[in-house]
């Protein structure tokens, strides 16, 4: 099995800068990619940036030149800053790796969740 522990949402302003952590541990063979979705109420969880396992990147069109993923030393942890937030970025973002573990083959994790609220 594979656990992603998240941290670093929160409250902040319009405009405002956020950044997201992700560390993926347990028996982990093969990270493949890790990236980060968001959820809005009512709305569907959409991807919003990931970067694989050659260090390549992909963002949602929406956020290129805001956001940017990266990787920790390690590569099993990744993190996404998020600068000029906007309202409507408000959202559960989720954490997503696509890994294998020594147990089971790859397949798709995903963390708790964490709450990013943009507001004045």
């Known amino acids: 099995q594979v656990q992603l522990a998240e941290s670093g949402g929160g409250l902040v302003q319009p405009g405002g800068s956020l950044r997201l952590s992700c560390t993926a541990s347990g028996n982990i063979a093969s990270i493949y990619s890790m990236g980060w979705y968001r959820q809005a109420p009512g709305k569907e969880r959409k991807l919003v940036a990931l970067i694989t396992k050659t260090g390549s990147t992909n963002y949602e069109d929406s956020v290129k030149c805001r956001f940017t993923i990266s990787r920790g030393n390690s590569k099993s942890t990744v993190y996404l800053e998020m600068n000029g937030l906007k309202v409507e970025e408000t959202a559960v973002y989720y954490c997503?790796?696509?890994?294998?573990?020594?147990?089971?083959?790859?397949?798709?994790?995903w963390g708790q969740g964490t709450q990013v609220t943009v507001s004045s």
């Open positions: 997503h790796t696509l890994a294998q573990s020594d147990y089971d083959p790859r397949r798709d994790y």
